[in-house]
């Protein structure tokens, strides 16, 4: 990983692989407000995390992800070393559980965006239906943001902990989740210079040690049984043509 | 009910290959239905990419054999250890899973067993005797009058998805502009692939629909994991014991007659209804056996009424999905959605014409459903103790490998690395909406409906020279938008007495 932070990382998957433009950054900048938010909101942060509550799980969680990623290793981080790494400037309070129930709005306001956006190329009838439905998306994006920030607000404000979003995941849930977010990722972007199957090596691995498998003989036996199975039943049964990587391993 | 089709379709069920793929198919469903987080529609979209080479009637088989042996495959987990292996197992957990802690596992299991079994061919029988006029009513519908049913499917599917219609509602219309990606469908103009040679063809289905279902359920399933010995005991028991249980538990089933006819009414009606698919059919259904129960206070203390009133209606309602999937196009459920995309990559339109054009192979695959209904009893009991240990499967290695046949399966539709790519995005994208209590199956909706729906839409006002009028200019179209107001005026009602309840409940709180 070239950077430590999950928003390039992303980022990163944009540029390489451009199908999905406009998910990518809704993901990116939904990482990147909760990010923000909670850096401002650190303090009360600092007070949630040993409590594990969902307030505190997004921003532990950015800078965790990436470091697990790194090093291996996805303990729980120390409200210190979560913020270490960034400097963002506070501008409003507001818990991570807010901006994270914001999330699926924010994305579907991207998309609706990029593609309204992009409509001046088309024409005939066959803009007008994307436009329709983009504005569409904007009205039914708009009202649930505000009804998902409003629910989340109340949740938040009746301290009543798990709310409606983030479905009651612990923070080591959340940390395990991105860790292995970004595992996929870096197996996307190495799919083609490495080759599928070493590409899914390295995603084996990852998942295994997101769920705490640490025995290296246990994470060996299981990844060679899993990768080779699979390779004798889509190379050598199904005959799936996958494309070499550099090393001329498929 | 023209029996020269039904005949046919027997005849193409009956070939040996067939048979093959319908034993398979109900084995790994039950595999697949024993497993948490390997759905229906997971298994059946994984499978899609390696199906397409199948005649057309094998791949139906197949994919509808999984759909009922994971029906009844759900339901032991949900007995034995509370984990519900299918979304519509939930509700049989609520009871079944109070006889294992009295120690009659074996006897919920032969209950559900029988239930499923009975529901599985009652809801077949009625499908084979409705699809025949259902479908000569779908050809005289013209592009508005599908528009019309497109829209009402999209709506009221979307809706009722999830815990919201603002949600599912959003999900769905995201669905369908993503589906407007690729060659526009009259003039082929390239529509936002911003540049993306890969795109040109539309967001590619089977691995958006992959990424959406599968690959989010894994990244939920690690979410989910909880440290530390999770070791649960589950006992099995030698053949004759099992056979025993067996006896018992479809005798019980059968001194139940009014919960399993009310059980199976209930999942054909709402299976019939696109987009409910069965997860639903069996909370109502149970709630309804509550209600007309003499003993309603037994109901989640264990009462064989309760697993029946959900397995019978799960396994009704699959036969049922197939109606509006095979007449309309529109898909039932979301295992329906996947037959749908099925069809198209095996280059038939689905719509009205597919059973005038693929009568036998819709026929064989209905005839499947009875046939693996009747099956899922002996297999059901020979594979019973197998079943228990597959609930044992860590999932620390069920989700890399899971993720593995999904990034081959993605990669095989078009040997496309870009393909992989797209399931990974549309998984995390499915993982987000649904830790945030969005509905996943209305973005599947859109997407499958989106191309039909803008084409029936494009072509019905050309032939209305754009008047508006044209879209009220016949009677079985004026009736059709008669459902659809009253849908609508239903939904709305329902949603806004869920949000009084909510924030009666808040306040209260």
Known sequence: MPSPRVPDAHGGAAAEESEAVAAQEGAAQGNETSAERDSASGQQGAADVNRGGPPAQQHTVTEQGATSAQGGSAGRATPDTAHAGQVVVATRPGPALLSFSAVPALLAFVIAGVFLLNSGDISGPEATYPIVLGVAVLIVGAVNLVRDLLTAARAEQAQDGDGESAAGLSTQAVLRLIAFVVVLIAALLLLEPLGFFPAMVVMTIGALLCFDVRSPLVIAAATALIVGTSYLIFVRFLLVPFPPGFLGLT | ?509
């Open chain 2, 1 to 509: 009910m023209n029996l020269d089709i039904v005949s046919s379709g027997l005849d193409l069920l009956l070939q040996p290959e067939s048979l093959l793929w319908l034993i398979g198919g109900l084995i790994l469903g039950f595999v697949v239905g024993v497993l948490p987080g390997l759905s229906t529609s997971n298994t059946a979209a994984l499978l899609l990419p390696f199906a397409i080479g199948l005649p057309t009637e094998s791949s139906l088989i197949l994919i509808v054999s999984i759909y009922a042996g994971a029906q009844f495959g759900g339901a032991v987990p949900a007995i034995l250890v509370n984990v519900p292996g299918e979304a519509g197992s939930a509700v049989t957990a609520l009871d079944g899973y109070q006889y294992t802690r009295r120690g009659e596992a074996a006897l919920a299991i032969g209950i559900a067993r029988m239930a499923a079994a009975i529901g599985g061919v009652v809801g077949g029988v009625v499908v084979l005797v409705l699809l025949g006029p259902l479908g000569e009513l779908a050809l005289s519908f013209g592009a508005r009058e599908l528009f019309v049913v497109i829209l009402l499917g999209f709506v009221v599917a979307s809706s009722l998805m999830g815990e919201s219609v603002r949600k599912g509602l959003m999900v769905g219309l995201l669905g369908l502009l993503l589906a407007t990606v690729g060659g526009g469908p009259t003039t082929g103009q390239e529509r936002f692939t911003f540049g993306v040679l890969e795109l040109y063809e539309g967001i590619s289905f089977i691995p958006a629909l992959v990424g959406l279902f599968a690959v989010s359920e894994m990244l939920i399933l690690l979410a989910r994991h909880r440290h530390g010995p999770t070791q649960v005991d589950v006992d099995t028991r030698s053949l004759r014991a099992e056979l025993r249980a067996a006896w018992r538990g479809a005798r019980e089933t059968l001194r139940h007659k009014k919960t399993v006819g009310q059980a199976n009414v209930v999942g054909v009606i709402l299976g019939l209804i696109p987009g409910i698919g069965t997860s639903i059919a069996s909370f109502i259904s149970y709630s309804l056996a509550k209600r007309r129960s003499k003993t309603p206070e037994k109901f989640g203390k264990g009462t064989p009424e309760g697993v029946i009133a959900s397995e019978a209606c799960d396994s009704s309602a699959i036969g049922a999905t197939m109606v509006p999937t095979l007449t309309l196009g529109i898909p039932g459920s979301a295992t329906m959605a996947v037959v749908l995309a099925s069809l198209y990559l095996q280059g038939i339109q689905p719509g009205p014409q597919v059973l005038v054009s693929h009568g036998a192979e819709a026929y064989a695959a209905i005839l499947a459903v009875i046939l693996a209904s009747i099956l899922i009893m002996p297999l059901g009991v020979l594979l019973a103790s197998p079943m228990a240990m597959v609930t044992k499967v860590p999932s620390k290695y069920l989700v890399p490998a899971v993720l593995l046949a999904c990034f081959a399966g993605a990669f095989a539709v078009r040997y496309s690395l870009f393909d992989v790519g797209v399931a990974i995005m549309f998984g995390l994208l499915g993982l987000l909406l649904r830790l945030n209590g969005y509905p996943v199956i209305p973005l599947v909706l859109g997407l499958v409906l989106g191309p039909l729906a803008e084409e029936n839409l494009l072509r019905s006002l050309e032939l209305g020279n754009y008047d508006i009028g044209y879209f009220f200019g016949s009677t079985t179209v004026l009736v059709l938008w008669a459902l659809f107001a009253v849908a609508v005026v239903y939904l709305v009602r329902q949603s806004r007495r869920s949000k009084v309840k909510q924030v009666k409940q808040e306040e209260t709180v």
